[in-house]
């Protein structure tokens, strides 16, 4: 059997890997339209020591990915966070970052009470005696639209918008519930279905309360970078990997299918493993209805600046700090403390700093210079912390730009990743997979790709 997989980031590679363990002497070809492989994971040789320079963590409550990667041999690659706090910059000042709740989400005020007016303490206090969310059950509706009606701007802009910034490069108001807090709509859709009332401020009190306390960490890392994952990948899937393959176009033949821009196998099946708008352009031949469909996903663009400092002095102790979406004069989103967050970088000495920029709709850090940019993360640096980056002798900088880095996971997400899945049944030996199908993080990608090949392994 023939595969062909487009797309060498983290899910084309798990696929080819997986479709491996299926058929051990099928031809596996993977075709990466850039010089490299890994897509979003991107670990930069800093003279220091590996720096990732594009997701640098992962979910390590997520058992499945841990196994996975145990599995690969991985195990003792994986190191952990410091569990310093992490900040927020809101109102011209740092403060800690509320603890608790569901992504800034509050089941009172007493977590929040600092970063908000005390009108919008009492109204957060006040939520759960105004009449339920109409909440559809089963459905989604916008994060910036209903914190803002039910908890105020305040909550929206100070606390959500900054955490889920962080995570997705996109304000509360370009969010599904769903599609970011499946855990919060699932209880909301439970106490609608059990005719209770429906809370912003209840359901993240119950889901509180149902959470078994845990000593294990939240978030895990690889010592030596994303690399060591996608490498590892690479090479145990025995794939033959294609770079500078950009294709264009999948095309049916009589034996099955051809792929433009790549070899002339004929091949039985094509696994898509592409961000959201390339997979429309390469489905449209093959499943048109498909193509359609996808098109509604758009991408969030975003840019990192690594920074390494012969000097932490002054840095504080803490994991980052992300910074509010009303702030004023403030170019970055956020700022990973990373030395202080991680003891295997910390104990390379000096300091490691990585700045964010960038939301959905906002491409000002994108078309920004290179020296726009590494100043503006010294500035806001400058002022958000005190640590004065250029007095602390700026020895390695890496500017990396993600045009288009994450797909953006609005209220209507994930009703179009399920009708795309359903034009794609009835179209053999053509499948899809990515972030933008499975979900933003690490074990979300690793997860879907797997089931992607088992489906296309048949
Ligand atoms: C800045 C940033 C930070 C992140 N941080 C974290 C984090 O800390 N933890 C976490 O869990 N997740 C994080 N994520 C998310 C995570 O990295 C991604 O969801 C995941 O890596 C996506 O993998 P993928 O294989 O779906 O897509 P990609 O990595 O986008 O891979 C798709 C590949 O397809 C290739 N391609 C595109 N078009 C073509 C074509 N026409 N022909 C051939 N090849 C093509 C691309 O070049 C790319 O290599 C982060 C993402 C970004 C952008």
Redesign the pocket.
């Known amino acids: 059997m023939n595969f062909a997989i ?8 798990t696929s080819a890997y997986e479709i491996r363990k299926q058929h051990a002497d099928a031809t596996i070809d993977v ?4 010089d490299r ?5 991107f670990t930069v040789p800093f003279q220091a020591g590996p720096t990732d320079m ?6 390590y409550r997520r058992k499945d990915a841990v196994e996975f990667f145990a599995e690969l041999g991985l195990t003792d690659s994986i190191v952990f966070p410091s569990g310093m706090k992490s900040l927020v910059y809101t109102g011209g000042a740092t403060q800690p970052l509320p603890a608790g709740g569901v992504m800034g989400i509050p089941a009172s005020s007493e977590p929040l009470a600092h970063v908000v007016s005390t009108e919008t303490a009492a109204r957060i206090d006040d939520e759960a005696n105004q009449p339920g969310i109409d909440w559809p059950v089963g459905g989604d509706l916008n994060v910036g639209t209903l914190v803002r009606a039910r908890l105020g701007d305040e909550v929206a802009d100070h606390v959500v918008s900054a955490l889920l910034g962080g ?1 997705y ?1 996109c304000t509360a108001d370009d969010l599904g519930v769903r599609a970011t807090m499946p855990a919060l709509a699932e209880e909301l859709d439970r106490l609608v279905e059990a005719g209770e009332q429906a809370t912003l401020t209840g359901a993240v009190r119950n889901l509180a309360a149902d959470k078994t306390k845990s000593d294990e960490p939240v978030f895990g890392t690889f010592k030596g970078g994303y690399t060591e994952l996608y490498e590892t990948l690479a090479e145990k899937s025995g794939a033959d990997i294609y770079v500078d ?4 176009g999948i095309e049916k033949t009589d034996g099955g299918y051809k792929i433009t ?1 790549g070899q002339d196998t004929i091949y039985d099946r094509v696994l898509i ?3 959201a708008p ?1 997979t429309a ?2 489905l449209k031949k093959v499943a048109p209805e498909a193509s359609e469909t996808l098109k509604a996903v758009k991408l969030a663009d ?1 840019a ?1 600046v690594g920074m390494r400092f012969e000097s932490a002095e002054g840095l504080p102790d803490n994991s980052g700090v992300l910074v509010a979406s009303d702030e004023p004069d403030v170019h970055a989103k956020a700022f990973t403390f990373s030395s202080k967050k991680w003891p295997h970088i910390g104990d390379r000495g000096g300091a490691l700093v990585r700045a ?1 920029f960038g939301r959905f709709g906002d491409t000002t850090a994108l078309r920004a210079s290179e020296d726009d940019l590494v100043d503006w993360a010294l500035d806001d640096l400058e002022k958000i912390t005190g640590f004065d980056g250029r007095a602390a002798g700026l020895e390695e900088i890496y500017v990396q730009r ?1 045009f288009g ?2 797909p953006r996971y609005n209220e209507t997400h994930l009703a179009t990743v399920e009708e795309v899945r359903g034009h794609l049944a009835g179209v053999a030996g053509i499948d899809v ?4 199908a ?1 979900g ?6 690793i997860a879907d ?1 797997k089931s992607a090949a088992a489906r296309i392994s048949e």
């Open positions: 487009i797309g060498a980031g983290l899910a084309g590679l075709y990466e339209a850039t492989i890994g897509g979003k994971l594009g997701a640098e963590a992962f979910l995570v490069s393959a950009f294709v264009s821009g493993a592409t961000p390339t352009l390469l975003s990192l964010s993600w880095g994450l997979t990515g972030a933008w499975g933003v993080g690490v074990p979300a990608v790709a």
